[in-house]
């Protein structure tokens, strides 16, 4: 799995023109299922992102979680994170997962971010048509892949 993580003032996003969802304070969390990704990658990722100290604490100095300042988590699944553009300039999307894979580890990562901590998560529409407004923080943006636990 990949995530792309932006520390936000504000976000929201437009569901096929209708549905809106929007967050304060907190993270834009876009995620990318490949097709040999397993539970464990979801688990391993929700730890990091509720625990990530990317928000500034009295000092400025980046020692806050999104658990520490009670932040939200705008969540919009992302399957273009995989894309591979080796060859002519049409991304391939072939690493990408299929919906009944990942589907599942998208709502497995979603549901641990608000069991096991508590975590405020509203959510895009899997495979809708969705328009992200992001109003970043920094910017803080940080990519993470459970592959490369770097």
Request: aromatic residues 6%; charged residues 25%; proline residues 3%.
């Amino acid at each position: 799995m990949r995530l792309v993580i932006q520390r936000v003032l504000s976000a929201q996003v437009l569901i096929s023109g209708r549905d809106q969802k929007s967050i304060g304070p907190g993270l834009v969390v876009l995620i990318g299922v490949e097709e040999n990704d397993q539970e464990s990658d979801a688990e391993w990722l929700a730890q990091k992102t509720a625990l990530m100290r990317i928000f500034s604490d009295s000092e400025g100095k980046m020692n806050l979680s999104v658990l520490d300042i009670q932040g939200e988590i705008l969540a919009v699944s992302q399957f273009t994170l995989f894309a591979q553009t080796a060859k002519g300039n049409r991304p391939s999307f072939i690493r990408s997962a299929r919906p009944e894979k990942a589907i599942p580890l998208y709502m497995k990562f979603i549901e641990l971010l608000r069991v096991q901590h508590g975590l405020s998560v509203k959510t895009g529409e899997f495979g809708a048509d969705m328009e992200v407004t992001i109003v970043n923080n920094g910017p803080v943006t940080i990519t993470i892949d459970s592959k490369n636990r770097e």
